[in-house]
């Protein structure tokens, strides 16, 4: 059984910091390339971070210089450390694993954890 756990997310206030952990379970980790994505309410879901196997990272522009993420292949678990939230950062954050693979590429999501900023 595939199982992505997220946890951290909480309401904060403009300039506040959280971290975001996602802990896998089920998969072979340390061969997959790891992301968070959000999705705000009536938008469609976006990219925010990845992070290869090698840990290459790739991180969508508006959130640049304000988030890192981060792996732990020992504790199967990505983090996104966010810093500098904005309201626009408001939206419920979403684990993903992936791996190509022969023919159809192995793709899982976590149920998500809100992350709510206030102005």
């Known amino acids: 059984q595939v199982q992505l756990a997220e946890s951290g997310g909480d309401l904060v206030q403009f300039g506040g910091s959280l971290r975001l952990s996602c802990a896998a379970s089920g998969i072979s980790f340390s061969t997959y390339t790891m992301g968070w994505y959000r999705q705000a309410p009536g938008k469609q879901r976006e990219l925010v971070a990845t992070?290869?196997?090698?840990?290459?990272?790739n991180y969508a522009d508006s959130v640049k210089g304000r988030f890192a993420i981060s792996r732990d292949n020992a504790k199967n678990t990505v983090y996104l450390q966010m810093n500098s939230l904005k309201p626009e950062d408001t939206a419920a954050y979403y684990c993903n694993a992936k791996r190509v693979g022969i023919i159809i590429d192995h793709d899982y999501w976590g149920q998500g954890t809100q992350v709510t900023v206030s102005s």
């Open positions: 992070i290869t196997s090698g840990s290459s990272t």
